[in-house]
């Protein structure tokens, strides 16, 4: 069996050079700040440099640079600056959830919010959303451009939704995978997409890849909402069963709610008092495992990813189609 | 003398068709969400109908579509759009500052944060900002796109260094403007250039209507600074004399310090208790008007009227550049 350092280094390895200049080119957003000795200057430019010099998983800038490499060739320099758009975007929008959430973790490390205040996370957020936007513009292709700032649009949207829909026990299946394709699954695609669109690849090419990468981010975000149950604290970064003690319904609360609508642990945590929280919550828990809720939410991430391996089935063999494979079959594979 | 409405109309005249459909345009950002039922998708179109049908000056998309009729010619559907984006820009810097500044009112309406709370407030804006993106996509000219991200990128650092640098006395004229640029000269700017560059001017009209942009947008914030201190709280729509009062240093309080460096009310201020704000506040303002601070700095915003309207002389006259010198030279006008 392939352990995780196996995975990662078949996933990473074709494109672990190209990697590291995305890595070096967010480290430099923080230097381009001329700080001209502004005390204020400088402490942005110090902010800026703690977000983006965190480690992270780079697993979007690793798709886009994979997608680049399926026609045989290196990545252009466009394709490279793309996949740091990609991640920047991600760091950007990590800034404002956490900031919406109140968490005060990620990763283990402290938030930008609870390191210095909602305020600055929000302006920082701003700030970081603003320099994706300007690296995207260096690719000089309106298209991959325009399809970047629908996917800003749609990641405030999947958050928005989120937020407003808080509380509310009538969360449905159907505005559930509307919400996550918002959150993840359309900057899965972005990343895919634009990949195949700087190559200059067919139309047939392209949509291929738009599948691959929105098959992904479903499976994925699936998969982080069942781990957001079945995780320990520790394993997680952050607090276990985030989301249902925030209020916020996913997959594996929507199915225990079907289950049971008249009386379940799910509703009575939203609807009782906060003393009992943890209470109903373990209750939900133990429910959701008991009645297979997890195991039918892992058949549902493995049918996005059946459908993710399909897209990639008509490209030659290569190595970064088989990063790609690879990269799929263990996303609705987390647990084990 | 021209009377308040006299100017108006002699500023929006040539151009309130377009004015129109741009803001038509803005509240169809709110219909173009699709709300299929849903009832967070539902809020969602409300709260965006909301902020975008909110009354405003509208002098950013003015300038932009004044800027494009300098040729003679109708602003195109491309000048439009930009009119939009720059205008819907705007909002979103809003629904974010006033988050940011908790504050409650502006121009007399409940902001989006005391509305809704700061976490819906930040992904509204976020909403916004990638909603003005995508307009400036559909002009399909990557040059206006990139200034268009540099300038979200200046707006965020302008807020986030006035917010770095609260309750530091240190604070320099050098720093001030710098921040001012930021905050307004660069989307004024925008404004400006834009609808020169997507009029296919020559390189030397560009760069007027570049410093056009510029130096209105310093007079205008710089005169926005003084009314801050000169003005009642009704006549604003918000608290007068926020500012000072947020620990912010504008010009008007950089002078008084710069007058007397060891001992003055702003200070006092600054490193005072909070029980004396108030005193301190009314001590400085009286300062600022018997010491003839106010004069001196309408004598910086004329001085940028000046050259703003210099920028004007090489242009054939018509009805839009006289508008657009009408704007400029009411700029540092607007106490009377």
């Not at 996933?11 to 672990?16: A, C, Q």
């Not at 920082?124 to 995207?136: E, Q, R, S």
């Not at 700032?149 to 939704?161: D, P, Q, R, S, Y």
């Not at 008509?314 to 996303?331: N, Q, V």
């Amino acid at each position: 069996m392939l352990t995780k350092s196996d995975i990662e280094s078949t996933v990473y390895g074709p494109v672990e050079v190209e990697l590291q200049r995305v890595i070096a080119s967010l480290i430099a957003v923080a230097d381009r700040e001329d700080a001209e000795n502004i005390e204020s200057d400088i402490v942005l430019q110090e902010r800026l440099e703690h977000i983006l010099a965190a480690p992270g998983k780079r697993v979007r800038p690793a798709i886009t640079l994979l997608t680049s490499k399926l026609w045989g060739k290196s990545p252009s320099e466009s394709q490279v600056t793309m996949a740091a758009a990609v991640e920047l975007l991600h760091i950007a929008t990590l800034v404002h959830d956490d900031m919406v959430d109140s968490a005060d973790l990620r990763r283990g490390r402290a938030t930008p919010s609870n390191l210095w205040g909602g305020r600055t996370a929000v302006l920082l957020g701003d700030y970081l959303f603003a320099a994706a936007a300007m690296f995207v513009c260096d690719t000089n292709n309106v298209r991959v451009i325009k399809r970047f700032a629908e996917t800003i649009m749609e990641l405030a949207k999947g958050e928005l939704t989120e937020l407003i829909g808080e509380g509310n026990s009538l969360s449905s299946r159907d505005a559930y995978f509307k919400r996550i394709y918002n959150k993840t699954g359309s900057l899965f695609t972005t990343a895919a997409e634009s990949g195949a669109i700087l190559a200059g690849a067919s139309d047939a090419d392209e949509a291929r890849m738009h599948d691959y990468g929105y098959s992904l981010g479903m499976a994925y975000q699936v998969m982080d909402d069942v781990l957001d149950f079945t995780s320990t604290s520790e394993e997680l970064g952050k607090p276990a069963c985030n989301d249902l003690r925030q209020g916020i319904l996913t997959l594996p609360s929507i199915m225990l709610i079907e289950r049971s609508p008249e009386d379940n642990p799910v509703t009575r945590l939203l609807n009782g008092s906060p003393d009992d929280k943890e209470i109903h919550l373990e209750q939900a828990v133990a429910q959701m495992r008991d009645t297979g809720i997890f195991d039918e939410c892992i058949v549902v991430a493995d049918d996005y990813v059946r459908r993710s391996l399909e897209s990639l089935q008509d490209f030659d063999d290569s190595e970064a189609k088989s990063s790609l494979h690879t990269l799929a079959s263990f996303a609705s594979n987390r647990l084990h």
